[in-house]
């Protein structure tokens, strides 16, 4: 049968990607959908480093990904998650092919970094709550995160102020907002600011209680599934 549907999945940064694995299974379930997940995006924790990466690194990986669509799909669904929702909505801005566009925990302005590793730390240490599985992520990120180099910190930044530009030019695309509630750098006036900058009002912001981490949380993680595979299926 052909694949009519492109869905693309884009992670953030600070993990290889393994989190959002369970969704592109999940999404490779429905027999149209072709689904494209590039693992690791510029910038991204691999490993026991934080790789350098330049505004034009960002810039190959969309102009590669907005190639792809120009591929006869009848419909062309773009997720992101974390700092890939910033990715994603330059994707979005870029192309009038998506359909949909959806944005999990999205960091799309520069946070306060020294904020999020507090308040990451702070639910680390709250052991009592997490699972096995939680507990050993927490522990690696940490680890890796206390030796980025601040240049690489200070690209993400930039990168932030360049999605900036693209984000109030997503104008015909019909948009998911998953906001985790409990989230150590997303907060809810960052949220207040994308739906005002986008240039639709075909938005929908949908409340997980769950920390920027949710795919780690089982609960949070299949309620994030449903919610996603219910978006995609509504009339466009």
């Known amino acids: 049968m052909m694949k009519d549907t492109l869905c693309v999945v884009i992670n ?74 910033a990715t994603a909505s330059v994707i979005a801005a870029r192309s009038n092919k998506v359909d949909k566009l959806v944005l999990i925990a999205p960091i799309v302005k520069n946070p306060s ?24 992520f927490f522990r690696e990120f940490i680890r890796r995160f206390q030796f ?27 948009i998911l907002i998953i906001e985790t509630l409990k989230d150590e750098i997303v ?8 739906e005002k900058k986008f240039s639709t009002d075909r938005i929908e912001r949908y409340p997980i209680d769950s920390s920027h981490f949710l795919f780690f949380d089982r609960k949070a993680r299949k309620e994030a599934y449903r919610k996603i595979d219910s978006f995609l299926k509504e009339a466009h």
């Open 12 to 85: 953030g940064a600070g993990t290889t990607g393994a989190e959002l694995s369970g969704l592109k299974k999940h999404l490779d379930e429905n027999e149209n959908y072709f689904v494209y997940y590039p693992h690791n995006l510029p910038g991204a924790f691999v490993g026991d480093y934080f790789p350098r990466a330049s505004i034009r690194s960002f810039n190959r990986f969309i102009n590669e990904t907005v190639d792809m669509m120009r591929k006869p799909f009848k419909h062309i669904y773009v997720i992101g998650y974390s700092l890939g929702a």
């Open 113 to 136: 970094f020294r904020k999020f590793f507090k308040g990451f730390v702070s639910n680390y240490q709250d052991s009592d709550n997490l699972t096995k599985v939680q507990k050993l």
């Open 148 to 174: 980025v180099p601040k240049r690489n910190i200070w690209t993400l930044q930039r990168y932030f102020w360049y999605t900036k530009k693209f984000v109030k030019k997503v104008d015909d695309t019909k």
């Open 187 to 194: 907060k809810t006036s960052s949220l207040d600011w994308l």
